[in-house]
């Protein structure tokens, strides 16, 4: 696997070439960013090597062709002198009682499947409780200082464990998290991709060849894990807040959990009931 997502720019403060590794993260060419935010290629060139000084109005243009996450539009923005165009509230703050409540009764309504939200680095943020009794299972070093859905997951004393087609499903989420980490330049993503890397069963894992998928092996890929007796077959969906302007809900993903058969779908509602 490349480790290019490793390489990231936070560290480079300069808006120019911050600007130039955007447009090379999503393969554009000078020519064709320019055509996009109808400016000169000439001038985006200066602008690139710092000869130019962009204005606000053509940072925020060039980010949104380039699908820049609103947290490093504003790291933009600052680059290049100016304040940051977008909030970044707290979810538990007043501002976001009407957001953060609807989010909590969409997962409640899941029951007794599992649901979480989670922020850009896969922490859970609200949880239902059908997930929350599966979070019990986990050892109390995991839990702490917030729950990561992807250390939660592939980390050998977490689920991982108990993930019965682990060489399937880790890996599906080891490249989830190294996307995740190059398509947006997160310096704490690209931290946690390369802890999660260092895991021994992860780096066995990646060392591995990988394995051709099986002909049974159905429309979705699944999450198959052996709960003492009980075997739990799960396949995800995911939502976002629609059309956000405050980074803090840009970053929001619902992930919800649903049984892939009828005896998975059975324990479910059975431990729902047993609570």
Same mark, same amino acid.
């Given at each position: 696997?490349?480790?290019?997502?490793?390489?990231?720019?936070?560290?480079?403060?300069?808006?120019?070439?911050?600007?130039?590794?955007?447009?090379?993260?999503?393969?554009?060419?000078?020519?064709?960013?320019?055509?996009?935010?109808?400016? !000169? /290629?000439?001038?985006? !060139?200066?602008?690139?090597?710092?000869?130019?000084?962009?204005?606000?109005?053509?940072?925020?243009?060039?980010?949104?062709?380039?699908?820049? +996450?609103?947290?490093?539009?504003?790291?933009?923005?600052?680059?290049? =002198?100016?304040?940051?165009?977008?909030?970044?509230?707290?979810?538990?703050?007043?501002?976001?009682?009407?957001?953060?409540?609807?989010?909590?009764?969409?997962?409640?309504?899941? &029951?007794?499947? /599992?649901?979480?939200?989670?922020?850009?680095?896969?922490?859970?943020?609200?949880?239902?409780?059908?997930?929350?009794?599966?979070?019990?299972?986990?050892?109390?070093?995991?839990?702490? %200082?917030?729950?990561?859905?992807?250390?939660?997951? $592939?980390? +050998?004393?977490?689920?991982?464990?108990?993930?019965?087609?682990?060489?399937?499903? =880790?890996?599906?989420?080891?490249?989830?998290?190294?996307?995740?980490?190059?398509?947006?330049?997160?310096?704490? $993503?690209?931290?946690?991709? &390369?802890?999660?890397?260092?895991? +021994?069963?992860?780096?066995?894992?990646?060392?591995?060849?990988?394995?051709? %998928?099986?002909?049974? =092996?159905?429309?979705?890929?699944?999450? &198959?894990?052996?709960?003492?007796?009980?075997?739990?077959?799960?396949?995800?969906?995911?939502?976002?807040?629609?059309? +956000?302007?405050?980074?803090?809900?840009?970053?929001?993903?619902? &992930?919800?959990?649903? /049984?892939?058969?009828?005896?998975?779908?059975?324990?479910?509602?059975?431990?729902?009931?047993?609570?």
């Amino acid at each position: 696997m490349s480790r290019g997502w490793m390489a990231h720019s936070a560290a480079r403060r300069d808006v120019g070439p911050l600007l130039r590794d955007w447009r090379q993260r999503r393969k554009l060419s000078q020519m064709a960013l320019a055509l996009d935010v109808g400016v !000169s /290629p000439r001038h985006l !060139s200066f602008v690139e090597t710092g000869r130019s000084r962009p204005s606000a109005e053509l940072l925020l243009s060039m980010s949104e062709h380039l699908a820049v +996450p609103l947290r490093q539009r504003n790291e933009l923005l600052l680059a290049a =002198g100016y304040a940051p165009r977008y909030s970044e509230t707290r979810l538990d703050a007043p501002d976001l009682h009407a957001v953060r409540s609807a989010l909590q009764r969409l997962l409640d309504a899941h &029951e007794p499947y /599992p649901g979480l939200a989670l922020d850009r680095c896969g922490n859970v943020v609200l949880a239902n409780a059908a997930a929350q009794r599966l979070t019990t299972l986990l050892p109390p070093a995991l839990l702490q %200082p917030r729950l990561n859905i992807y250390r939660a997951s $592939l980390h +050998p004393e977490g689920f991982a464990a108990a993930t019965r087609n682990f060489a399937d499903w =880790g890996r599906h989420l080891v490249h989830e998290l190294a996307w995740l980490a190059e398509s947006t330049g997160d310096a704490e $993503l690209a931290a946690l991709a &390369e802890e999660v890397m260092a895991y +021994p069963n992860v780096a066995a894992l990646m060392a591995a060849r990988p394995q051709a %998928p099986s002909d049974a =092996g159905g429309l979705v890929l699944t999450c &198959e894990m052996q709960l003492g007796a009980q075997r739990l077959t799960l396949f995800t969906a995911r939502a976002a807040i629609g059309a +956000p302007r405050d980074v803090t809900l840009a970053e929001l993903t619902l &992930e919800l959990f649903y /049984p892939a058969d009828g005896a998975s779908e059975a324990a479910l509602r059975a431990a729902a009931t047993r609570a």
